[in-house]
């Protein structure tokens, strides 16, 4: 199993970004997927989950509204599409596959004027 992200950068409150998770090594489309964020000294804490088939999605109260996570089957990737970005919004962001629980290496967001 392996989870590569990408995506991440230093972008300015208010700005977007587009996060990446390329997944192998397991059947991709039979699990449900989650992103989840660490701030320096904070515990990890869960962003947005969508299932398998992409057809349910649930999302952290403090992204509600701002953050969308979509999935492609057919590539093997699932996203999370980050608008309105705020400076605690800044973390290492992870992806996951669960079940047993795999983990990407993470991408650093950084949200700063």
């Known amino acids: 199993v392996q989870l590569v992200e990408s995506g991440g950068g230093l972008v300015q409150p208010g700005g977007s970004l587009r996060l990446s998770c390329a997944a192998s090594?397991?059947?991709?489309?039979?699990?449900?997927m989650s992103w989840y964020r660490q701030a320096p000294g904070k515990e990890r804490e869960l962003v947005a989950t969508?299932?398998?088939?992409?057809?349910?999605?649930h999302y952290a109260d403090s992204v509600k509204g701002r953050f969308t996570i979509s999935r492609d089957n057919a590539k093997n990737t699932v996203y999370l599409q980050m608008n309105s970005l705020k400076a605690e919004d800044t973390a290492v962001y992870y992806c996951?596959?669960?079940?047993?629980?795999?983990w990407g290496q993470g991408t650093q967001v950084t949200v700063s004027s």
């Open positions: 996951q596959r669960p079940y047993p629980a795999y």
């Open positions: 090594g397991f059947t991709f489309s039979d699990y449900t």
């Open positions: 969508i299932t398998s088939t992409g057809g349910s999605t």
